[in-house]
Nanobody, 123 residues
Framework: QLEESGGGLVQPGASLRLSCVVSGFTAGYYAIGWFRQAPGKEREWVACISNLGDSTESADSVKGRFSISRDKEKSTVSLQMNGLKPADSDVYYC??????????????????WGQGTRVTVAS
């Protein structure tokens, strides 16, 4: 089970920190990714972190503004979002995937999903 929190309504330029808590399975075995999706649009991959937390990737659209991290127990993954723009308004989902050797986490097959948390950026 994955549960997201931390969404809300903020003004452009503000920051938010989303959290994804993993329970019910061994979080340290799984890479965690963040995705976002607006109604009527395709789901977009945002960022991911390896199961050990030693490797991260992020989409070009958020690079330099968003960062992903996970705690020592590996069960909580955070997405720090700075410099938010109206275009970042979406429902954000975290997901878990077993790693595939030799591939980056952005290519993993994410099979376990949370329910999402809404982020709205508006003045």
């Amino acid at each position: 089970q994955l549960e997201e929190s931390g969404g809300g309504l903020v003004q452009p330029g503000a920051s938010l920190r989303l959290s994804c808590v993993v329970s019910g399975f061994t979080a340290g075995y799984y890479a965690i990714g963040w995705f976002r999706q607006a109604p009527g649009k395709e789901r977009e991959w945002v960022a991911c972190i390896s199961n050990l937390g030693d490797s991260t990737e992020s989409a070009d659209s958020v690079k330099g503004r968003f960062s992903i991290s996970r705690d020592k127990e590996k069960s909580t993954v955070s997405l720090q979002m700075n410099g938010l723009k109206p275009a970042d308004s979406d429902v954000y989902y975290c997901a878990a995937a077993l790693p595939i050797r030799g591939q980056g986490c952005s290519t993993f097959p994410y099979e376990h999903w949370g329910q999402g948390t809404r982020v709205t950026v508006a003045s």
